[in-house]
T-cell receptor, first 117, second 114 residues
Framework: AQTVTQSQPEMSVQEAETVTLSCTYD???????LFWYKQPPSRQMILVIR??????QNATENRFSVNFQKAAKSFSLKISDSQLGDTAMYFC??????????????FGKGTKLSVIP | ETGVTQSPTHLIKTRGQQVTLRCSSQ?????VSWYQQALGQGPQFIFQ???????GRGNFPPRFSGLQFPNYSSELNVNALELDDSALYLC?????????????FGQGTRLTVV
């Protein structure tokens, strides 16, 4: 079984500053994917960024980047130049690689991020 | 917008009743999964349907059941509702293919059991 832990229930950041959200996970799998999802008040889960465990290079998507440390089972999200629209719950999630067809995501409990004007 | 729509958006039911939640998948997607998100928690996987067959289930009792239809829309049914079933229920659709991992979520149905 996999577990995902987010140790920061809430965080805040000034607009235009940088913030890092932490995530650790536990698994016996060697091949897997890690994700950060954003859930704004509209409730819809939106994929922010994805990391494939077999890739050593950290994923980046515009202002969002990750620090993936496979040996430490750590997967943090860095948001640069924070914007008011980044205010949301952020969930770290894990899925083992099983070929096509499995979308059983394991989520952490989330971090509530507030961007302050 | 992801193209995944759920109905209704909100629902209030009495303990012991039965409820049906609906999900319309994104066009072209053949896989749907359902999650329960209790207040202040992350979503928990309930089950997944692929081509109308259940092909994965989380730690939920049999009173949680589902259907997937030929057009790939889906229903989540919960019998004998309990107070702890109060939660946001999320549906996610995907296209099952090698290397594909992205699930597109709907906006959820907020179920309150009183």
């Amino acid at each position: 079984a996999q577990t995902v832990t987010q140790s920061q229930p809430e965080m805040s950041v000034q607009e235009a500053e940088t913030v890092t959200l932490s995530c650790t996970y536990d698994t016996s799998e060697n091949n897997y994917y890690l994700f950060w999802y954003k859930q704004p008040p509209s409730r819809q889960m939106i994929l922010v960024i994805r990391q494939e465990a077999y890739k050593q290079q950290n994923a980046t998507e515009n202002r969002f980047s990750v620090n993936f440390q496979k040996a430490a089972k750590s997967f943090s999200l860095k948001i640069s130049d924070s914007q008011l629209g980044d205010t949301a719950m952020y969930f770290c999630a894990f899925i083992p690689y099983s070929g096509a067809g499995s979308y059983q995501l394991t989520f952490g409990k989330g971090t509530k991020l507030s961007v302050i004007p | 917008e992801t193209g995944v729509t759920q109905s209704p958006t909100h629902l209030i039911k009495t303990r012991g009743q039965q409820v049906t939640l609906r999900c319309s998948s994104q066009s072209g997607h053949n896989t749907v999964s359902w999650y329960q998100q209790a207040l202040g928690q992350g979503p928990q996987f309930i089950f997944q349907y692929y081509r109308e067959e259940e092909n994965g289930r989380g730690n939920f009792p049999p009173r949680f059941s589902g259907l997937q239809f030929p057009n790939y829309s889906s229903e989540l049914n919960v019998n004998a509702l309990e107070l702890d079933d109060s939660a946001l229920y999320l549906c996610a659709s995907s296209l099952a293919r090698q290397g594909s991992t992205e699930a597109f979520f709907g906006q959820g149905t907020r179920l309150t059991v009183v």
